[in-house]
């Protein structure tokens, strides 16, 4: 079975992409959210803006189907 590799996201907090589309999936809208999601706070900040276009990407796509 073919295992899609995972780009991490934030290093502080272990996020990769992987969590980032399930929190998406689970109805999470924000970036803070799914930090929320996943019980953690931004640390370094170096994260959040790819963090924001990833849930905009994504996010864009549920509503699509």
Do not use: H, Q, W
Not at 25 to 49: A, H, M, R, T
Request: charge should be positive; glycine fraction near 4%.
């Amino acid at each position: 079975k073919f295992r899609e590799n995972a780009m991490y996201i934030c290093l502080c907090n272990n996020i990769n992409s992987k969590k980032v589309n399930y929190a998406i999936e689970k109805g999470v809208s924000s970036s803070k959210k799914i930090y929320s999601f996943y019980n953690c706070k931004p640390k370094c900040g170096k994260c959040i803006d790819l963090m924001n276009c990833i849930v905009e990407k994504e996010g864009d796509k549920l509503k699509t189907y």
